[in-house]
Structure formats: structure tokens, C-alpha cells
Nanobody
């Protein structure tokens, strides 16, 4: 059973930074794509960023230039570096892993940005 566990969420002031981590267990070296999604209160879950096994990245327009996704294939871990956060970034952030046709999700980590 593949499990994804997010960490690093919490309370941060507007303009600050936060780094989220996503650990996949058991360790899998052939994850096709990993990504971060978020869901704000009263809104649908939306894409934040994705990264392929080859390192190709994709970002939502709202986070371009502020967030950076990365992954460590040797550890089966993905990261989301969040800089210059604002109150609109407040949401539960979910890690996603695509293995072939299987899509896996973590339980999420809450990020709250205070003004």
C-alpha cells in the first residue's frame, strides 16, 4: 500500500516562507509525477505545482515565481518551497503521486497565512 505523508505546514505571516515535504512509503524510485494541490475553505481542490521524474515542472499562474517544487528521487520525496506567501495561499496542501495509472494522495497539511 503506497502512502504519502505531508509535513511542514503551519502558521506563517504574509511575506514569509514555508517548506512542505512529502514522503512516499514504501520508497519508490519510479514515480512518474509528483505534485502539490491545495484546497481553500469553500473552494475546490486546485493544482499548485507538479514535477515529472525527469524534472519538468508545471505551476499554477497564481504561484509562479513564488513557489518552487522539487523532488529527491533517491528518497522518494517531494518538496514545495513557498516564498512571499499571502493570505490567498491559506489552504490544506495535498501531495499527489502518479504511478502508471494509479493516483495516490496524502491526507494534507494545513497552511495558514496571517496578514
Amino acid at each position: 500500500q503506497v502512502q504519502l505523508v505531508e509535513s511542514g505546514g503551519g502558521l506563517v505571516q504574509a511575506g514569509g516562507s514555508l517548506r512542505l515535504s512529502c514522503a512516499v512509503s514504501p520508497r519508490i524510485f519510479s514515480i512518474d509525477r509528483m505534485g502539490w494541490y491545495r484546497q481553500a475553505p469553500g473552494k475546490q481542490r486546485e493544482l499548485v505545482a507538479t514535477i515529472t521524474s525527469g524534472g519538468t515542472t508545471n505551476y499554477a499562474d497564481s504561484v509562479k515565481g513564488r513557489f518552487t517544487i522539487s523532488r529527491d528521487n533517491t528518497k522518494g520525496t517531494a518538496y514545495l518551497q513557498m516564498n512571499s506567501v499571502n493570505t490567498e495561499d491559506t489552504a490544506v496542501y495535498y501531495c499527489n503521486a502518479l504511478l502508471g495509472l494509479m493516483n495516490y494522495w496524502g491526507k494534507g497539511t494545513l497552511v495558514t497565512v496571517s496578514s
